[in-house]
């Protein structure tokens, strides 16, 4: 009996192994343009892409950004021990340190591993620590947008 078949294990009768990516094109991804939502619900037009001269016209489209990403705001506001802190509170400490000693993170300073291991389960740490803020730390990115809300 001939086990496998022409992407796995041992070739049948005829046929040659060969991987399922031989012969095949690898493609692009397709550039897209920029959708923005439209007044009318369940509907987007398709435009170029915006050109805006400054952070401050972004701002008053209403598109708040944050100068790495929203773990490294909060982070920044909360400070490097408030944050060890929560990962010692929520029994994390472990996998923080195994995080911080794996070879890409070896070296970096504190806050970069922080923010890393923040980033890497966003959907945890970012309302953990943005629980954390008092009203006066809200990074400004964060505090303009609930400002509209």
Known sequence: MVMGG????????GRQSRSPLQGSRLRRPRQHNTAIASPRPHTLHRT??????DRAALNAAGFFVCDRDLE?????????QAVQAAITAEGETGRF????????NRGLPLRDQLEGFARNSKVRWSPRL???LAAANIPTPLREVLSRV
């Open 48 to 53: 170029d892409p915006i050109a805006v001269p």
């Open 97 to 104: 340190t195994s995080f911080a000693n794996q070879p890409a």
């Open 130 to 132: 943005a629980a954390d």
């Open 6 to 13: 022409p992407f796995c294990g041992p070739a049948r009768r």
């Open 72 to 80: 490294a705001e909060l982070i920044g506001a909360l400070g490097e």
